[in-house]
């Protein structure tokens, strides 16, 4: 099991920067696949990105593609997500989670809310415009 605990969030002006930290309790942080969703008011939750355990491979969604950066440290369990050039549309709710698994299931997967068993609490993003 894994505890998640995310940071970073505030308010920015559009077209600027923020990084958000997500940070994992438990000794097998580096076993899970993790991923960045975001809930803005009356919308769906989405996928913005995903890294697999190692962090060989990313995916990222095309609304987000060259703008945001899902990275990770698994000697310190965290996972990051840097965002640029950021857009009054993305104000939302920003969640980390973690999903177990093999590597062939999260890369037919990565993008599924339901493939990710442990959620954080989630951390406010506002852009203004």
């Known amino acids: 099991q894994v505890q998640l605990v995310e940071s970073g969030g505030g308010l920015v002006q559009a077209g600027g920067s923020l990084r958000l930290s997500c940070a994992a309790s438990?000794?097998?942080?580096?076993?899970?696949?993790m991923g960045w969703f975001r809930q803005a008011p009356g919308k769906e939750r989405e996928f913005v990105t995903g890294?697999?355990?190692?962090?060989?491979?990313?995916f990222t969604a095309d609304s987000v593609k060259g703008r945001f950066t899902i990275s990770r440290d698994n000697a310190k369990n965290t996972v990051y997500l840097q965002m640029n050039s950021l857009k009054p549309e993305e104000t939302a709710v920003y969640y980390c989670?973690?999903?177990?698994?093999?590597?062939?299931?999260?890369?037919?997967?990565?993008?599924?809310?339901?493939?990710?068993?442990?959620w954080g609490q989630g951390t406010q993003v506002t852009v203004s415009s």
């Open positions: 989670a973690a999903s177990a698994g093999s590597l062939a299931n999260y890369h037919g997967s990565y993008y599924r809310a339901d493939n990710y068993a442990y």
């Open positions: 438990g000794r097998t942080f580096s076993s899970y696949h």
């Open positions: 890294i697999t355990w190692s962090g060989g491979s990313t």
